[in-house]
């Protein structure tokens, strides 16, 4: 079974601040890796996801993110934030086989103050 | 491309009531679709996997006869909350896997149900 552990419920920082989301994962078999975006009532928009190849991913809105095997872990970073980029993170993993389900993290809401 | 919409985007009802939400694929085929529960201030949780002409995986806990799914076709899957109850209160998300495309989800906004 696979799980993501997403250990802060809320990350405070302020405009223009660098920030990292943290996120590990456990799985007995390889999977793939994924950052999602939720605004308030909205659906889940795809920030970046790792499927192989170079460890260092970057996605939209500036943000990227690095797998790291050894750690299990797939942090999320930005070098500077905006006030727009308030929002609730969810990290995911997907099997790397045809079932396609996503398990997700508990979620971290980044909260950008000016 | 890989819109995903859902209907309606809120919707209030009695207790005792069905409601019927969709999720549809506006430009692209889709034979399998997910549905997801959110609790306020909570992750998504699966309920169920809905494929394409056939029967829907449901996941652990999540009841069948309550939580019906059809998939009818490559574009439009239904997910019926039958006898609503207040705690089926929640925010309930679908995605649809593009056919042919194995590792991205596309989200639909999501769907708002109080029931009263």
């Known amino acids: 079974a696979q799980s993501v552990t997403q250990l802060d419920s809320q990350v405070p920082v302020f405009e223009e601040a660098p920030v990292e989301l943290r996120c590990n994962y456990s799985?007995?078999?390889?999977?793939?890796l994924f950052w999602y975006v939720q605004y308030p009532n909205q659906g889940l928009q795809l920030l970046l996801k790792y499927l192989s190849g170079s460890t260092l991913v970057k996605g939209i809105n500036g943000f990227e993110a690095e797998f790291n095997k050894s750690q299990t872990s797939f942090h999320l970073r930005k070098p500077s934030v905006h006030i727009s980029d308030t929002a609730e993170y969810f990290c995911a993993v997907s099997r790397m086989d045809s079932s396609y389900k996503l398990i997700f993290g508990s979620g971290t809401r980044l909260l950008v103050r000016p | 491309g890989a819109v995903v919409s859902q209907h309606p985007s809120r919707v209030i009802c009695k207790s005792g009531t069905s409601v019927k939400i969709e999720c549809r694929s506006l430009?692209?085929?889709?034979?399998?679709m997910f549905w997801y529960r959110q609790f306020p201030k909570k992750s998504l949780m699966l309920m169920a996997t809905?494929?394409?002409?056939?029967?829907?995986?449901?996941e652990q806990g999540v009841e069948k006869d309550k939580f019906l799914i059809n998939h009818a076709s490559l574009t439009l899957s239904t997910l019926t909350v039958t006898s609503a109850h207040p705690e089926d209160s929640s925010f309930y998300i679908c995605?649809?896997?593009?056919?042919?495309?194995?590792?991205?989800?596309?989200f639909g906004p999501g769907t708002r149900l109080t029931v009263l």
């Open positions: 430009d692209f085929q889709a034979t399998t």
């Open positions: 799985s007995s078999v390889s999977v793939y």
């Open positions: 995605s649809a896997i593009p056919s042919g495309v194995y590792n991205e989800q596309f």
């Open positions: 809905s494929n394409e002409g056939s029967k829907a995986t449901y």
